[in-house]
């Protein structure tokens, strides 16, 4: 026995509260491990393409290609993936989600060791096939993580552990920039090299620290899946869509925007670049960070609440790329704007997650969070090369043909999506 003091009493302490109280100081070890091993998978298919980013008008100059080739780093990558996630999906609903993310995985950081070895060769045709090679591999990544979410947790926790995990996506933003230019002090090319090193890190904890619940049923075969599938889309398309492409917006505008400041910091009368650029990059993503993790501890289930924030997301999205098509030239207010639009993307994507995830049986859950993860690397993909088109046009273009879209998305979220009260989780 064992006498605790509080104030001026004394409290006995049995050897079994002891033990229940190391238990869950465990647990809580446990959660924090598992928390951070499922985060960095979304880290690192984020530093796939955010980390090169701000290398992307120094390898326009080394290699003496034109922006938009230099864009096509981006978009061959955001493609593959968006095409192969569906396929990745299926694969983790039919066998499990380790089984498809660890060689995932491992494809990711090879073809990243290709990819620096094209450029050591001033090689933009090995780079774009170690792109595509590398997309492929990101496609067992970020959206069978989304559904691993899903299996492993219910309820507000689950609610949490998404806004965690983009938050990490978030994170993974924040970071890249900065990263990516610390390691192109070396040489312009090394963080092909370094990427390999996160992957690497992300595959030990994929491996040894996630566990994933026995599933209870036998997965349906292609036919019948890719049936149920159907009718999951045909039964909930009326919200499922719009809410498929409000992500897929979200995501077009970040990568997009990224890509024209980028572009816009190294130009006269700016000329800044390195670090100090990156640290710049990091700002609005950093904004859109801290804005999904409180978002997704907030909402747990709450329907209602969801239905709010994503209009607000919206409203504050499209107002921010509306004043930008008069202020874009003003670099401080620009990027102030920019932040500002970044928040509201950081209170729509946590919503979307939970929604479409936290609505689907597991075993269907592989599939649908792929279809959606697909479109929002698709997304991602078009955003470069369609601001770079633009950018040939007028600056002013731009941010009126995004702001366009942005008011389109919220249109189709105010009278699409109207989810109500606490959502009722799906039957696992």
């Not at 992307?56 to 100059?61: A, D, F, R, S, T």
């Not at 691993?148 to 933003?173: C, H, I, M, P, Q």
């Not at 997009?256 to 670049?273: M, Q, R």
């Not at 729509?348 to 995830?357: D, E, G, R």
Request: hydrophobic content about 50%; some cysteine.
């Amino acid at each position: 026995m064992e006498k605790v003091k509080y104030g001026n009493l004394y409290k006995t302490n049995s050897s079994n509260d002891r033990n229940e109280q190391n238990n869950r100081n465990g647990k809580s070890k446990v959660g924090f491990l598992l928390y951070l091993a499922i985060a960095s998978v979304p880290i690192v298919f984020v530093l796939g393409n955010s980390m090169l980013v701000p290398i992307l008008p120094q390898m326009k100059n080394e290699l003496h290609i034109s922006r938009l080739q230099s864009s096509l780093v981006i978009t061959v990558f955001s493609l593959l993936a968006g095409i192969f996630i569906p396929v990745a999906g299926f694969l983790s609903d039919r066998f499990s989600r380790k089984a498809v993310m660890i060689p995932a995985l491992i494809i990711y950081g090879s073809a990243g060791i290709l990819a620096g070895f094209g450029a050591t060769w001033h090689s933009y045709t090995v780079i774009i096939i170690a792109r595509a090679i590398q997309g492929i591999g990101a496609a067992g990544t970020g959206a069978v993580t989304m559904a691993l979410v899903g299996d492993l947790y219910n309820g507000a926790t689950e609610s949490k552990v998404l806004g965690v995990t983009e938050a990490a996506n978030g994170t993974g933003k924040v970071l890249s920039p900065v990263i990516g230019t610390l390691f192109a002090l070396i040489t312009w090319f090394t963080p092909f090299f370094a990427f390999p090193v996160f992957c690497l890190m992300s595959l030990l904890c994929v491996i040894f620290i996630i566990k994933e619940p026995h599933k209870t049923k036998e997965p349906p075969k292609l036919k019948k899946y890719l049936s149920d599938t159907g009718s999951i889309l045909k039964e909930k398309g009326r919200w499922l869509f719009p809410a498929f492409f409000s992500g897929a917006l979200a995501l077009f505008n970040l990568f997009g925007v990224l890509f024209y400041l980028s572009d816009t910091l190294e130009e006269a009368p700016y000329n800044i670049d390195g670090v100090k650029k990156g640290l710049i990059l990091a700002i609005p993503l950093l904004g859109m960070v801290i804005t999904s993790y409180t978002t997704g501890a907030l909402i747990k289930k709450n329907g209602t609440l969801m239905r709010w924030l994503i209009n607000i997301g919206f409203i504050i999205l499209a107002g921010s790329l509306t004043c930008c098509i008069f202020l874009h030239t003003k670099l401080i207010i620009f990027i102030v704007l920019l932040t500002i639009g970044a928040i509201g993307t950081g209170l729509i994507l946590p919503c979307l997650n939970t929604m479409i995830t936290g609505t689907v049986q597991k075993e269907e859950r592989g599939m649908i969070t792929s279809i959606y993860n697909s479109l929002r690397s698709i997304g991602v993909a078009f955003g470069p090369p369609l601001f770079g088109y633009l950018m040939k046009v007028s600056n002013q273009l731009v941010f009126i043909v995004v702001a366009s879209l942005a008011v389109v998305a919220l249109l189709l979220v105010f009278f699409m999506i109207k989810p109500k009260g606490q959502l009722k989780s799906a039957k696992n």
